[in-house]
């Protein structure tokens, strides 16, 4: 046994070679070679030896309890920031030819590193097809895994991953990008679309008491977090817009989407098959996003039953409405649509607005609207003097002119949306006078029309 054990001059000479080999490699690394191939050796050896040396792994789900996971839409959006020289191999790829408008990924299975308070941290992306019984279609799930040392595992959550949420919080905010995500039935799913609409709250002609009403209602919202959470309420806002076609509702929603910049879940109804579905669907929407229900007086059998029960009897009770709406034919049901308004809606979620619009007010069922469904119900009307003057700042670029008090008169005895005005007032003429006097003879016509309509 002992004639197997090295002497010991034997390992104090092989130390001191040992020790003068690496002095005699250090020597010749900074001495003879320049300093960036001496950098990209000390990081090709480093990053070999923290391959080995990671021994925890944490996964970020796709999805958490059923919901879209934030966490994996903070690494999502976090990671792109910190792709460098580490990462073995990018996805790339852009909505413009603007040079430096590249946006990039790490595509699934490859590895990038990020470096954070003296900590290695490995990221990779990973990809899993799941065959749910019953169903044709696969699901493809995707997850990221990080791996560090197990002795920064207290660091990483502590102090990591709440970098992460910061950063893809204050990327989220200031977001160049909006989407417009439409329910497909036929994938059962989102699908996006970049949302470039020009509607501001400047371009939108409104009363202006209206206007700064919402736009109030919108900037205190955002502050009132802690409020919320104080007084045990999800962080949500609902409004309801109604009022004739052509009058602005649709530009509203797009403004009120480029002042928060939220992305806009748009939702037909009619797409959605039952009341499950539905909560489905709501689920897989993210935060900071309106969700959007566009003429909601035509589009649920919540409104369409109400008639036909109206008739009736005057006040059917909650559970004799759903069985009505739901025993013939699937929908959605009345309570299905207030689940998401009061019940489902409030148990999820952060920072959402839902909005409903309608031409027909009056086609709906109250319970829609009842005291603490909506927060705010805003009228968009025919076009008053005050908001044709809006109009013609935008599209004249005048405040005034001799013919504005023929056209106040007019105004207040012709129903013309706004639509009309701007489609009028974008009439191709260098003359002023001469768009100003046809706008006049058009509302006179409207008039005459009106008035032997009336007879
Ligand atoms: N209040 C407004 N301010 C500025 N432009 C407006 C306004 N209302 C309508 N417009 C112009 O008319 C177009 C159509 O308006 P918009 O689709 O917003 O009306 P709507 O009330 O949503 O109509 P609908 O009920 O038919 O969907 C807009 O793209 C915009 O150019």
């Not at 040392?149 to 970098?163: A, F, G, I, N, T």
């Not at 999800?234 to 992305?263: D, E």
């Not at 979620?349 to 619009?357: A, K, P, Q, S, Y």
């Not at 027909?360 to 076009?383: F, Q, S, V």
Request: aromatic fraction near 10%.
């Amino acid at each position: 046994m002992a004639s197997f054990m090295p002497s010991m001059s034997t390992i104090l000479s092989g130390y001191a070679s040992l020790s003068a080999a690496i002095m005699l490699f250090r020597t010749i690394l900074s001495e003879m070679l320049p300093s960036q191939i001496r950098n990209y050796i000390f990081s090709k050896l480093s990053k070999s030896l923290f391959y080995f040396s990671p021994n925890f792994t944490l996964i970020v789900e796709q999805n958490w309890q059923a919901a879209s996971n934030q966490t994996f839409r903070a690494v999502e959006t976090y990671l792109p920031t910190i792709i460098g020289t580490s990462a073995d191999c990018l996805l790339i790829g852009s909505h413009s030819l603007v040079p430096h408008n590249l946006n990039m990924r790490i595509p699934v299975g490859c590895k990038t590193i990020d470096e954070f308070q003296g900590m290695k941290l490995e990221w990779s992306l990973h990809k899993e097809t799941i065959n749910s019984p019953g169903s044709h279609r696969d699901e493809v799930r995707y997850s990221y895994q990080l791996k560090c040392k197990r002795s920064d595992r207290e660091k990483v959550m502590r102090s990591y991953l709440p970098h992460i949420a910061d950063t893809a919080r204050s990327i989220l905010r200031r977001r160049e990008k909006l989407h417009i995500y439409t329910y497909e039935k036929n994938i059962c799913g989102w699908k996006s679309a970049v949302f470039k609409h020009p509607a501001t709250f400047a371009t939108l002609a409104m009363d202006p008491k209206s206007k700064a009403k919402i736009i109030k209602d919108l900037d205190t919202f955002v502050q009132q977090k802690d409020f919320f959470q104080r007084v045990g309420r999800t962080w949500k806002r609902g409004y309801f817009l109604h009022g004739p076609p052509g009058t602005g509702k649709s530009s509203l929603v797009a403004a009120i989407a480029n002042h928060q910049r939220y992305n806009i879940y748009d939702l037909q109804l009619q797409s959605v098959g039952s009341d499950a579905e539905l909560r489905r669907i709501l689920t897989s929407t993210t935060n900071r996003s309106i969700l959007l229900v566009e003429d909601i007086d035509c589009s649920t059998k919540a409104s369409r039953g109400r008639t036909k029960i109206r008739d009736e009897q005057e006040e059917p009770d909650q559970g004799e409405l759903d069985n009505r709406l739901s025993s013939s034919d699937p929908g959605i049901t009345l309570s299905g649509l207030l689940n998401f308004t009061d019940g489902l809606w409030s148990s999820f979620g952060d920072e959402r607005l839902i909005i409903f619009t309608t031409n027909h007010k009056d086609k709906l069922d109250p319970a829609l609207l009842r005291p603490g469904r909506m927060d705010l119900e805003i009228y968009m009307g025919y076009c008053t003097f005050a908001v044709f003057k809006q109009l013609a700042n935008s599209y004249l670029q005048i405040d005034n002119h001799h013919l504005f008090a023929a056209i106040e008169n007019l105004l207040k005895e012709v129903s013309v949306t706004p639509a009309e005005v701007a489609q009028q007032l974008m009439m191709k003429s260098d003359e002023l006078q001469d768009i100003l006097e046809s706008f006049i003879e058009f509302l006179k016509v409207k008039l005459r029309n009106e008035i032997e309509g009336g007879n």
